[in-house]
């Protein structure tokens, strides 16, 4: 099992949520974040002051999965947040060594 992590735009979060119940994968955490990159963010200016916004709005979406999907939930995220821009975000993928259902007491890839 993997827990798979993708950090992305908040506008890209839709179109994302939309590609992964479309390929069949069902079930995720999203969180709303801040966070920067290379980009480091960016100066704006309100009310004729300039100011440095360091800390940008993301995305974060966590997915846990099976083996067997990891490459199509993660193949799934990119082409669905990509707009080629800086700032499109990362994906993360990580073991995961154990997962249980509460209700039915379910463990391992069935409770997935």
């Known amino acids: 099992m993997k827990l798979i992590i993708a950090i992305i735009k908040p ?6 949520k939309e590609a992964l119940s479309s390929a069949g994968i069902e079930g995720m955490t999203v969180t709303e ?11 704006e200016i309100y009310r004729g002051s300039e100011y440095t916004v360091d800390f940008l709005p993301k995305v974060k979406i966590e997915i846990a ?18 707009s080629g821009k ?3 975000g990362k994906v ?7 997962v249980v259902r509460i209700r039915t007491d379910e463990r391992g890839d069935a409770a997935v």
């Open 92 to 98: 993360f993928v990580l073991p995961l060594e154990s």
């Open 11 to 16: 506008f890209k979060l839709e179109e994302v």
């Open 33 to 43: 974040v801040k966070g920067f990159g290379r980009q480091k963010g960016h100066t």
């Open 65 to 82: 999965t099976t083996d067997e999907a990891v490459a199509t939930t993660v193949e799934t995220i990119v082409k669905a947040a990509k």
């Open 86 to 88: 800086i700032g499109d």
